[in-house]
Nanobody
Framework: QVQLVESGGGLVQAGGSLRLSCAAS????????MAWFRQAPGKEREFVAA????????RYADSVKGRFTISRDNAKNTVYLQMNGLTPEDTAVYYC???????????????????WGQGAQVTVSS
């Protein structure tokens, strides 16, 4: 079992950048597929990006492809989400999630992920 803690959220102007981090306060992340989801006010939580346990495979939502990059450093037990070219539509609470499964396809469904962080607020002003 792992406990996830997000950091790096904040307020940024449109066009700016932020980097979110997700660290394990307990357990190791190296065997988990890791993902970022987000939830805007009044909207359902949605998939943003995910990375396989080895880092060799990644998936992105179409809305962030080319702007966001997910990465991981298993030695530091941390996963990152680099967000560039932010727009007000990216404003949301961003959640880190871990999937115990090691299937060939990286899941994008909320129900596939077993552990969740508490979330980090990202606000993009216009």
């Amino acid at each position: 079992q792992v406990q996830l803690v997000e950091s790096g959220g904040g307020l940024v102007q449109a066009g700016g950048s932020l980097r979110l981090s997700c660290a394990a306060s307990r357990g190791t992340l190296s065997t988990y597929t890791m993902a970022w989801f987000r939830q805007a006010p009044g909207k359902e939580r949605e998939f943003v990006a995910a990375i396989s346990w080895s880092g060799g495979s990644k998936r992105y939502a179409d809305s962030v492809k080319g702007r966001f990059t997910i990465s991981r450093d298993n030695a530091k037990n941390t996963v990152y989400l680099q967000m560039n070219g932010l727009t007000p539509e990216d404003t949301a609470v961003y959640y880190c999630a871990a999937d115990r499964g090691r299937g060939l396809v990286i899941p994008v469904s909320i129900s596939e992920y077993d552990y969740w962080g508490q979330g980090a607020q990202v606000t993009v002003s216009s």
